[in-house]
């Protein structure tokens, strides 16, 4: 059963934005700690955002920090990943991720995840 579904992607122009959305259909999202990776062909999945369960802490990774913004409204069991400035290094599939063990707390850990959203395709062209 999908309990994740990530939205929003597209094709844009370098130095443009997009909006990813993550809806969750569970009942514990107020209480995960939600995380956004990417990946490309023949790479390894990516951390690229985490935010904690009450939405007070954040971390990105060094490639987007200062350009994403990873936000979400628990009351629309919703988690957002707001892209700025868009670069064609940032095109992949990008993920959303629930950490059920790590409410209040960040990690970047893939493996640390118990669900995941098939993926929604970001083409960043030059």
């Known amino acids: 059963q999908v309990q994740l579904v990530e939205s929003g992607g597209g094709l844009v122009q370098a130095g443009g934005s997009l909006r990813l959305s993550c809806a969750a259909a569970r009942r514990t999202f107020s209480i995960d700690a939600m995380n956004w990776f990417r990946q490309t062909p023949g790479k390894e999945r990516e951390f690229v955002a985490a935010i904690n369960r009450g939405g007070s802490r954040t971390d990105y990774a060094d490639s987007v920090k200062g350009r994403f913004t990873i936000s979400r409204d628990n009351a629309k069991n919703t988690v957002y990943l707001q892209m700025n400035s868009l670069k064609p290094e940032d095109t992949a599939v990008y993920y959303c991720?629930?950490?059920?063990?790590?409410?209040?707390?960040?990690?970047?850990?893939?493996?640390?995840?118990?669900?995941w959203g098939r993926g929604t395709l970001v083409t960043v062209s030059s």
């Open positions: 991720a629930a950490d059920q063990n790590r409410g209040t707390a960040l990690s970047k850990l893939s493996s640390h995840m118990e669900f």
